[in-house]
């Protein structure tokens, strides 16, 4: 079974630009989540996406968006980036919300922006 | 809210000694706990969880850990440490309910280097 794959891997953008990262979720995988991981501030939860509707959302600004597609493909996007918005971005899937036991990461998205 | 506190930025140690790796978390009722391993480059790998019974959990490459409820705490332990376990581990909580939108929450990290 494929696991979760996310593209682009590596990014590299410049302020003000905006940016959309893809996440494939495990076959048979309906949830999805995102973390943007830092040095500094680690690992924060941005959004789970379910049967296309975002479930819960992180602390972050209006900036950071998600969707989901009805084959549970899931995009992020980035607007009008700033310098820390440089991060590995994460993708997880699982069988349903709350089904932390069946979570699994992709390899991440890396962006840099300039 | 909860909160996980991995008591150690870095753990080095020797190649076959044993290691703990110390992870504490907010009291709560009742609570999910993971551990997870990065390795450079790529993205987290579970290396065991606990959901409910036994308090002793062993996960995959001769990693084990154990919830003790009194003390909040979530300890990693390998007897006998590789090379190859040099990596960034990261403890996780969850807190189940009905619902079950609760987002898992991580620790900073402990970046363990094993030496030869």
């Known amino acids: 079974k494929a696991g979760v794959t996310q593209t682009p891997r590596y990014l590299i953008k410049t302020r003000g630009q905006q940016v959309t990262l893809s996440c494939s979720p495990i076959?048979?995988?309906?949830?999805v989540s995102w973390y943007q991981q830092t040095p500094g501030q680690g690992l924060q939860f941005l959004f789970e996406?379910?049967?296309?509707?975002?479930?819960n959302k992180g602390n972050f600004p209006g900036r950071f968006s998600g969707r989901q597609f009805s084959n549970s493909r899931s995009e992020m996007n980035v607007s009008t980036l700033e310098l820390g918005d440089s991060a590995l971005y994460l993708c997880?899937?699982?069988?349903?919300?709350?089904?932390?036991?069946?979570?699994?990461f992709g390899p991440g998205t890396r962006l840099t922006v300039l | 809210a909860q909160s996980v506190t991995q008591l150690d930025s870095q753990v080095p140690v020797f190649e076959e000694a044993p290691v703990e790796l110390r992870c504490n978390y907010s009291?709560?009722?009742?609570?999910?706990l993971f551990w997870y391993v990065q390795y450079p480059n790529q993205g987290l790998q579970l290396l065991l969880k606990?959901?409910?019974?036994?308090?002793l959990v062993k996960g995959i490459n001769g990693f084990e850990a154990e919830f003790n409820k009194s003390q909040t705490s979530f300890h990693l332990r390998k007897p006998s440490v590789h090379i190859s376990d040099t990596a960034e581990y990261f403890c996780?909580?969850?807190?189940?309910?009905?619902?079950?939108?609760?987002?898992?929450?991580f620790g900073k990290g402990t970046r363990l280097s094993v030496i030869a």
């Open positions: 997880a899937s699982s069988l349903a919300p709350g089904r932390w036991d069946t979570q699994y």
């Open positions: 076959s048979g995988h309906r949830s």
């Open positions: 996406y379910f049967s296309e509707t975002q479930r």
């Open positions: 009291s709560s009722v009742s609570v999910y």
């Open positions: 606990y959901l409910s019974g036994s308090t």
């Open positions: 996780a909580v969850a807190q189940p309910s009905n619902s079950g939108n609760t987002p898992l929450v």
